[in-house]
C-alpha cells in the first residue's frame, strides 16, 4: 500500500481546492505546519489546564465540534483543542481521484490493495505534529467515527503522547463489526451536493436515517451544513478519506497491546457504525470501559451533550490520575455489559 510520500504526483493545494462562497471572507483560524501539511485548528480554555485534542469524523470540520460542547468541556478544566482533519474544512487538501470501486473488488477479492493517498496513521501523525506544534506532550484524545479510527492510530503508534483515549461511534476496522445498514449505505452513495441549499437538506436527511431520533435539531444541522459549505467544499476530500479508511485494515491486534486508560462510547441507534463496533472495540482493548448510549445516534445531539461530558470528563480525571493503578482484570478484562445512559 503507498503512502503519501511515495506518491510524488499527488500534490496539495495548501488551503483547498475551493474557496469561501462568493461575499464571503475566510475566517482567521489559525494553523500549524504538521506532518508537511497545514493543520486549521482551534482551542478553547486554559492552555495550562491539561489538554483534550478532539478529532472529528469522514468528511465533518471541526464546526462538528461545536462551541457550546467544547466549552461545557473547558469549563471542566480543560485545554480544548479541535481542528480540522486533511482533506477538509480549512486544512491541506490533496489532490487526484480515487477508485474506491477498485478498492471494494480488491477487498472482497483479497487481491493487493490499490494504491491511495494515505493511511489513518498518516492522519493520526498530523494530530501528533499539532501537539507538537502546541508543546503538549500528551493529551486526552477524543476521536469520533472516523476520528475515533485516527485516535485508535494515535494511541498505537504514540502511545507516550496519550493520557487517555474516548472512541466513539467508532470500530477497530474488521469487516465483520460495524457496518452501516443497508438504508445507511444508501444515503452514503447519494452524490454529492451541488448547492449551499442542497447541503443543508442533505445533512437533515442523513439525520433521519442515523441520527439520535427525537434528538437532533434540523435548523441547528442547516446551520452547520451552511457554515461548512461557506467554509470549504471538496467532495473528493471525502473519497480520499474513505480510502484511507478501506486500506488501512484492522486494528484489532494492535489494540489489544494497548495499556491507555481506555472509554469507548456508542449509540444503540447508530446506523452508520453500527454499536458492534463500540463493542469490538471495548473487547479488544485491555480494560477498556464500555458505554453505550440508549437512543444516541451517529451524531452528537445537543440534549445528551451533559451525559457525554460527564462520561468523558469523568474517564479522563480517572484516568490522568497521578499513581492511578491498573484496574483488574475479569476474564478479558472488559466491561462488555458496559455502563448504560439514558
Known amino acids: 500500500m503507498a503512502r503519501m510520500s511515495e ?9 483547498g481546492p475551493s474557496g469561501p462562497a462568493e461575499g464571503q471572507e475566510r475566517e482567521a483560524w489559525p494553523t500549524a505546519r504538521c506532518n508537511g501539511i497545514e493543520i486549521c485548528y482551534d482551542a478553547v480554555g486554559d492552555s495550562s489546564d491539561p489538554t483534550v485534542l478532539l478529532i472529528m469524523g469522514l468528511a465533518s470540520q471541526m464546526l462538528d465540534w461545536e462551541p457550546g ?3 461545557m468541556i473547558a469549563d471542566r478544566g480543560f485545554h480544548v ?10 486544512s491541506t487538501h490533496f489532490d487526484g481521484d480515487v477508485d474506491v470501486l477498485a478498492l471494494f473488488a480488491a477487498q472482497g477479492s483479497g487481491a493487493p490493495l490499490p ?7 498518516d492522519m493520526a501523525d498530523d494530530a501528533v505534529g499539532l501537539l507538537d506544534h502546541l508543546g503538549v506532550e500528551r493529551a486526552h484524545v477524543v476521536g469520533v467515527s ?4 485516527i485516535a485508535q492510530s494515535l494511541a498505537m503508534a504514540h502511545p507516550g503522547r496519550v493520557l487517555t483515549l474516548t472512541s466513539i ?6 469487516p465483520d463489526v460495524g457496518q452501516p445498514t443497508p438504508e445507511a449505505m444508501t444515503a452514503i452513495l447519494t452524490p454529492p451536493a451541488q448547492t449551499r441549499e442542497e447541503a443543508q437538506d442533505t445533512r437533515v436527511r442523513h439525520a433521519h436515517v442515523w441520527g439520535s431520533p427525537g434528538l437532533f435539531d434540523e435548523d441547528g444541522l442547516r446551520q452547520l451544513a451552511g457554515a461548512a459549505w461557506d467554509r470549504n467544499r471538496d467532495p473528493m476530500g471525502a473519497v ?8 488501512s485494515g484492522s486494528r484489532s491486534a494492535a489494540l489489544a497491546g494497548l495499556a491507555i486508560p481506555t472509554l469507548v462510547i456508542h449509540g444503540t441507534a447508530d446506523t452508520l457504525v453500527q454499536p458492534s463496533g463500540g463493542e469490538r472495540t471495548a473487547e479488544v482493548i485491555p480494560d477498556a470501559k464500555l458505554v453505550m448510549v440508549e437512543g444516541m445516534g451517529h451524531d452528537l445531539p445537543r440534549p445528551l451533550w451533559p451525559a457525554l461530558v460527564d462520561a468523558i470528563c469523568g474517564h479522563m480525571a480517572e484516568g490522568a490520575r497521578p499513581g492511578r493503578p491498573g484496574p483488574e ?3 478479558h478484562g472488559v466491561a462488555k455489559s458496559g455502563k448504560q445512559l439514558a
Not at 481542528?83 to 474544512?89: I, K, L, P, S, T
Not at 472516523?146 to 479510527?149: A, D, L, R, T, W
Open 7 to 15: 506518491r510524488p504526483e499527488g500534490r496539495e493545494s495548501e488551503r
Open 69 to 71: 460542547l467544547c466549552r
Open 81 to 90: 483543542v479541535r481542528y480540522d482533519n486533511r482533506d477538509v474544512g480549512l
Open 115 to 121: 494504491p491511495v493517498p494515505y493511511l489513518l496513521s
Open 146 to 149: 472516523m476520528g475515533g479510527m
Open 169 to 174: 461511534m467508532s470500530t477497530t476496522g474488521d
Open 240 to 247: 480520499r478519506q474513505t480510502a484511507a479508511i478501506m486500506a
Open 329 to 331: 482484570r475479569p476474564g
